[in-house]
């Protein structure tokens, strides 16, 4: 029998009243003061069941324990050089904010991620090669306050790192996400924002993003277990043919409550997104048509993608400064922060899956370069 929200909540919250120390502790840093919106966070990821809902709590206050991940923000990663390779080919950035308002606040797990955050990926070269290969950044912010996050799906290369190089930076941004961007916005607009927009830039998807796909399955399944419902919509612009043939595949095995959050637009999408954002935090690909394959070639402080943009430059000194009090940074030595990642069936590992399967069928025999058994959790 279903039991009410608030009967779920405070059900759920008795539990963690019983949890130890370390855990009472890593779970502060995940709600940042509203532990009963991050508790209704698990419960709506579990459909409402306190049972379900507890042991995706204790998991992931685990994992976040196990792996440091309250440390992440002080783990840049260096050289700078190499952080822009992440950025340059792991297409992510936060372009504003949107009209939505979710109760959703950062979900914390066992692999001390309390401590993520003062583990600067280093020397400066690698984190720059992160930076300029996973492509995220942070273009602005929405009419009611959510950040806007850009990623460039189709133009991320994850060929600057290794895989847990990738790992760290996106687990880095997620955290930086929940204990610095969506605090201050919520000071600045005076009400709690605990969710964000993100645009997916399929510009360049091709069928070679299949070697990505055991790196992309790490990535979502982290996500889907450890950070849920802290993305309000999802919006797809640039879409090419071998999205949409993707699309057939995927959506009907999403959720109905994560279905309703994407929304697929027409081109570059500008028009839809200037409903719910000013121009200014529009993402580079969404300011006009066909803006070219290469992101490289426009690069600066001007497109959120970049480590020279004041959102990534924000995020590294801020890494870079929470590593201080640790050890100096001059003297960290290189090497990733190593985070377990559980094997789980979630939502985004079987569409990762099903996505595999049809981009092996719209392949055929084209003879894709780059092998998926390549990838492993645990290179360095």
């Known amino acids: ?16 009243d019983k949890v130890d120390e370390s855990r009472k502790r890593t779970f502060q840093n995940m709600h940042q003061g509203y532990p009963t919106a991050t508790l209704g966070r698990f419960l709506k990821a579990r459909e409402w069941s306190v049972a379900k809902a507890h042991k995706m709590l204790m998991d992931c206050l685990n994992w976040r324990i196990q792996n440091h991940i309250d440390d ?13 390779g992440v950025r340059d080919s792991q297409l992510i950035g936060l372009s504003g904010y949107s009209n939505e308002l979710m109760d959703c606040l950062n979900w914390r797990i066992q692999n001390h991620i309390d401590d993520i955050l003062a583990k600067p990926i280093i020397p400066a070269e690698l984190y720059r090669g992160v930076r300029d290969s996973q492509l995220i950044g ?6 009611e306050g959510l950040p806007v996050f850009a990623i460039g799906v189709g133009l991320s ?6 895989v847990n190089y990738y790992v760290q930076s996106h687990i880095q941004i997620n955290e930086y996400r929940d204990r610095v961007i969506l605090p201050a916005a919520t000071n600045k607009y005076g009400r709690h924002i605990g969710t964000c927009v993100k645009i997916l830039d399929m510009t360049g998807l091709k069928l070679s993003a299949l070697s990505h796909i055991k790196l992309l399955t790490i990535i979502s399944t982290v996500d889907d277990l450890n950070y849920p419902e802290k993305t309000e919509t999802y ?14 595949v995927v959506k009907p095995l999403l959720q109905e409550r994560t279905r309703r959050k994407v929304q697929v637009l027409q081109g570059c999408g500008r028009n839809e997104l200037l409903k719910i954002m000013d121009y200014s935090s529009l993402p580079h690909f969404c300011r006009r048509e066909n803006y070219g394959s290469s992101w490289i070639s426009s690069a600066g402080a001007d497109v959120c993608y970049s480590l020279d943009h004041p959102f990534h430059q924000q995020l590294y000194n801020y890494i ?3 590593a201080l009090p640790q050890e100096c940074v001059s003297l960290l030595k290189p090497g990733s922060f190593h985070v377990d990642v559980p094997g789980a069936d979630t939502e985004g590992t079987n569409i990762v899956k099903a996505l595999e399967s049809e981009l092996h069928k ?3 025999h084209d003879g894709l370069t780059h092998p998926l058994n390549g990838l492993r959790i645990n290179d360095a």
Do not use: H
Request: with cysteine; net charge positive; proline share 7%.
């Open 1 to 16: 029998m279903a039991v009410a929200p608030q009967d779920a909540i405070k059900q759920l919250s008795a539990l963690m």
């Open 362 to 364: 719209i392949g055929g």
């Open 320 to 322: 870079k400064q929470q």
């Open 157 to 162: 290369t994850f060929d600057k790192a290794s």
């Open 138 to 143: 942070l273009s602005g912010y929405s009419n």
């Open 235 to 248: 919006y797809v612009v640039n879409t090419p043919y071998v999205f949409s043939a993707c699309w057939k």
């Open 72 to 84: 992440i923000l002080a783990k840049p990663i260096i050289p700078a050089e190499l952080y822009r």
